[in-house]
């Protein structure tokens, strides 16, 4: 079964840097469109960033030129570079495998466990 797994979440002090990694197992990575999320409590999944399988990327406007999405096909594993950190950026980061139009239906997407990113003033 596919599984996602986040790791590098962690607590930082503004201006700080963390990268976030999402290993994939139980798919063929390179195929799929992966995304990373975010979600504050109380409020509804943003996203943040998502890279195709073959590596055209976009970005929610907030992060653009400090957060950097990547893939290494060859290790399954999608990353997330934040730099120059900010207080909103505190969240619970998940990783997320988009949905696959395939054979006339839409695949299911899925979601990591997700990770805490704590930015500390």
């Known amino acids: 079964q596919v599984q996602l797994v986040e790791s590098g979440g962690g607590l930082v002090q503004s201006g700080g840097s963390l990268r976030l990694s999402c290993a994939a197992s139980?798919?063929?990575?390179?195929?799929?469109?992966m995304n990373w999320y975010r979600q504050l409590p109380g409020k509804q999944r943003e996203l943040v960033a998502g890279i195709t399988g073959g590596g055209i990327t976009n970005y929610v406007d907030s992060v653009k030129g400090r957060f950097t999405i990547s893939r290494d096909n060859a290790k399954n594993t999608v990353y997330l570079q934040m730099n120059s950190l900010k207080r909103e950026d505190t969240a619970v980061y998940y990783c997320n495998r988009a949905p696959r139009w395939n054979a006339g239906r839409y695949e299911n997407e899925y979601w990591g466990q997700g990770t805490q990113v704590t930015v500390s003033s």
């Open positions: 139980g798919m063929i990575f390179s195929i799929y469109k």
